[in-house]
């Protein structure tokens, strides 16, 4: 019976796991389009990719090698993205109306809005973004 040496590691050695089935190029690739067309499936990457390179990739793949370079699937922030002058016209409604009395907000009636939507399932819809960056203007 033959021995196996013991060389007290527990590594493995090189070339002994399946090779990657994108390259370093093709990784750094799916990563721009993906930031580029945050609203892209990881299938959508995955024929973009095939279309550029011809490397043939499954979306397990793409949603892979994305979330190595730290992008992950999320659902966008649903608010309303404020521009330069929304935040100057609320700060000067808020300047105005700071030193109003109890009796002059009891007669001010606040109403909250509702979403419709006739076309798409907004709750099935997802974005290619990083941790700590769901707020950010090109998430929203």
């Known amino acids: 019976m033959e021995t196996v040496p013991d060389t007290g590691s527990i590594e493995r050695k090189p070339g002994q796991c399946r090779p990657r089935a994108t390259t370093t190029t093709e990784d750094r690739y799916l990563s721009i389009i993906a930031r580029r067309n945050r609203g892209a499936t990881a299938s959508q990457l995955s024929r973009d990719l095939y279309a550029a390179t011809g490397t043939r990739v499954s979306r397990m793949t793409v949603s ?20 330069s002058t929304n935040r100057r016209v609320r700060l000067a409604w808020c300047r105005e109306h700071r030193d109003w009395s109890i009796d002059q907000w009891a007669t001010v009636l606040f109403t909250d809005e509702s979403r419709f939507s006739l076309n798409t399932d907004s709750r099935r819809t997802f974005i290619w973004r990083e941790p700590g960056t769901r707020y950010l203007p090109s998430n929203v």
């Open 64 to 83: 892979k090698r994305l979330h190595e370079t730290g992008l992950f699937a999320r659902r966008p922030a649903v608010c309303v993205p404020l521009t």
